[in-house]
């Protein structure tokens, strides 16, 4: 059976890998409520088509952070990609640069920063977790030099998330090698301290992630610097009071912590207070090219997807991942039609409607 839209991959994929990785790509924070609701969110924000316009012709390009993408989804960081298929961030890079989007490569990538920005044809992001000081100054060294055109920090793991399918079965992470350090082999001994992600981690060493740490981490580059993992109005005006270009309004697909509002929940009140003074994205729960125009309608200029990429991988390495891809892309461009609009900066709040408690809640 040829997949025909993103759940297909994700069932194929089940299949394919192994129980234990399945389940680390697959799984949410806890009881997996925030995870969950990721999804059932989504079917509340209701869609009002318009029709006898001529949509014959449709542009979905936009720009992020001033780089053109041809339609406003991207490939969100997320470490070990290759225990889904060996050439993991590399087959997703080239499958992102094919689509003409951008690809995020996590901190805890199997593929070095250069051998990645070798292999792609697209631009690219580097995601930083701030372990501490030395580590950070090398990581976003290198990604400058590597012409890596933004530093993505992600903020929302300040401990281990309690991922209890991992504990269950006894998968503390793969590897978690960081693939960037390859050539810093004294570096590398902060590796087995493990990454905020993993279960057994103990920090020696860590400097903890404050606002006045990522003064100083935007005091360490001109590049633009997007922050990952806000979920309130105060974080996110924070963001702006210190100077950032744009955040991710994000739960990290409900893998940190549970028992929150979904992502796409948090989105409408961040945008309202936040829209204008930073590029706002967004992820956590995107499976459908509908869900790109609802989280588009809501405020987010663009959106990322994270597990689907794994089950692109999965099944089918490069050519999944692209695939992934243009099936939301087909699927956007539909909603966009449906939606009497010829181009994706069309489309506006009008076009949704929520439930009325939710910007009241958040
Ligand atoms: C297996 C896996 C590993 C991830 N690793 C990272 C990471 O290293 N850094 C990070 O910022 N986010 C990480 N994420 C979160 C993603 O960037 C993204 O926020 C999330 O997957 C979006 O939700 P979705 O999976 O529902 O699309 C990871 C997600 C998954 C599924």
Redesign the pocket.
């Known amino acids: 059976m040829d997949p025909i839209n993103l759940c297909d991959y994700e069932k194929l994929a089940k299949k394919l890998m192994r129980p234990e990785a399945w389940d ?2 697959d799984a949410g924070c806890n009881d997996e409520a925030t995870k969950n609701r ?1 999804r059932s969110a989504f079917e509340e924000v209701l869609v009002r088509p318009h029709f006898l316009v001529d949509v014959g012709v449709r542009d979905l390009k936009t720009t992020v952070l001033g780089q053109e993408i041809s339609f406003p989804v991207m490939i ?5 990609q290759t225990d889904a298929h060996p050439d993991g961030e590399i087959a997703s890079a080239r499958a992102a640069g094919k689509s003409g989007t951008i690809f995020a490569l ?3 990538s199997g593929h070095g920063m250069n051998e990645v920005a070798t292999a792609s044809t697209g631009p690219l992001w580097f ?1 930083l ?1 701030h372990y501490n000081n030395e580590l950070t100054e090398y990581l976003v060294s290198m990604a400058e030099k590597a012409m890596y055109s933004t530093i993505c920090l ?1 903020v929302d793991t300040p401990v281990p998330s309690p991922k209890e399918r991992d504990i269950r079965n006894n998968h503390s992470g793969p590897e978690m090698s960081w693939g960037s350090l390859k050539d810093r082999p004294d570096l590398l001994q902060h590796r087995s301290v493990g ?1 905020p ?1 993993t279960i057994n981690w103990d920090p020696p060493g860590y400097t903890g992630l404050t606002w006045d740490k990522l003064d100083w981490i935007r005091s360490l580059t001109g590049l633009p610097l997007v922050i ?2 806000i979920r309130t109005v105060e974080d996110a005006l924070r963001c702006v009071e210190h100077g950032v270009d744009g955040i991710v309004v ?1 739960n ?2 409900g ?1 940190q912590i549970d028992g929150t509002f979904s992502a796409i929940e948090t989105l409408p009140s961040i945008a309202e207070s936040a829209e204008g003074k930073l590029e706002i994205y967004f ?4 499976r459908r090219g509908l869900d790109v125009l609802r989280a588009l309608a809501l405020g987010a200029r663009a959106v ?5 990429v ?1 089950w692109g991988l999965a099944v089918d390495g490069e050519a999944g991942v692209t695939r992934v891809l243009e099936l939301l892309r087909l699927e956007f461009d539909r909603a966009l039609a449906y939606c009497g609009l010829k181009s994706v900066h069309e489309i506006d709040r009008s076009l949704v409607s929520i439930p009325p408690n939710w910007s009241a809640r958040v």
């Open positions: 680390f790509v990721n969100a960081p997320a470490g070990s996590p901190t805890a995601q977790y992600t990454i992600d990952k993992g994000s990290h697909g893998r992820d956590s729960g995107i990322m997807i994270g597990r689907p794994f």
